[in-house]
């Protein structure tokens, strides 16, 4: 019997430094039926010529090149490519344990789990861990509703999407935003919601690599709509998705309208020229719309306020 591939989809774009590192644990995982797709986004550096090298060892990869476009269309572009049963995403400056995509795939056919998640250590260039997510320290499978709910509380549960693997048919109809950084959270959670269950390795097995100007740890104008316009789709989902209890739905919009309020007043804040007007009117319209008739972002310590003391008596069951 053939063994299932694993399409590993991996975005590069100016990423010498760590190119190398990445796709030497790739290359090495104990599962070796893999495809490995790398789709460099038009990279100016040295990036193209690494993963050439690599390809001339390894002949599981194959490169695409495309004109800069961003993570999310680089993502879709290994989307359309990949071969496999399953799809797993590694992030170019990051790399991972030699036995990741072998447990998470286990993790799958022990359960029948459609996507297997596993932990995380967030750690400097030098290596050293500055925090661990790990959700579920120990084996476990959650039906959807129960996953999803964590998810989208975000705290120990990550919208990320490199973390874990997927039954490639979750991904059919379903495509990364283009042109917009948090592409994961505005997509994890529908592919969740087409889930029966989720299950979790119990081991820290991503090795997530934080770096001073990477584009998400930038503060810029982009990087603030992006992240309203994610949080604005999952306020959205949440009301219509009826796999909720009445309490665990009051608790995801309080905290996704926390997040709108906040990410509101960092756009007040950075729009304040004239050309800048529209962005600012957009997230004002947009909360006046669900939120409150009369919302303006300069009362925005009252607005804050009074929605954390709503979430009080709900937040704290989902830590």
Known sequence: MDYPIISVIIPAYNVEKYIDKCLASVCSQTFENLDIIIIDD????NTLALCHKWAEKDPRIKILHQKNQGVSQACNVGLEVASGNYIGFVDSDD?????????????????????????????LKNGKVIKRLNFKKNKTTLKQSVALKYLLIDKSEKSYRWNKLYKKELFEGIFFPKDRIFEDLATLHVLYAKAAS?????????????????????NNLKKEI???????????????????????????????????????????????????????????????????AGYDTKKFIRHLLLNYLQSIPYLYLYQ
Do not use: P
Not at 42 to 45: Q, R
Not at 95 to 120: A, P, Y
Not at 253 to 271: E, H, N, S, V
């Open 226 to 292: 992006d992240f309203f316009l994610a949080n604005k789709e999952r306020y959205d989902f949440i009301l219509r998705y009826t796999g909720f209890s009445e309490q665990d739905r009051k608790a995801l919009i309080l905290r996704t309208m926390q997040r709108l309020l906040r990410t509101d007043k960092k756009i007040y804040g950075i729009t304040r020229a004239d050309a800048h007007r529209a962005e600012r009117q957009m997230t004002r319209e947009t909360l006046q719309d669900f939120y409150y």
């Open 95 to 123: 790399w991972i344990e030699t036995r990741m995509f072998q447990e998470l795939l286990e993790s799958i056919q022990n359960t029948g789990s459609d996507i297997s998640v596993c932990g995380i250590l967030m750690e």
């Open 198 to 218: 989720i299950s979790y390795t119990g081991n820290l097995l991503y090795h997530y690599v934080q770096r001073e100007n990477s584009l998400v740890s930038e």
């Open 42 to 45: 038009g990279s100016t550096d």
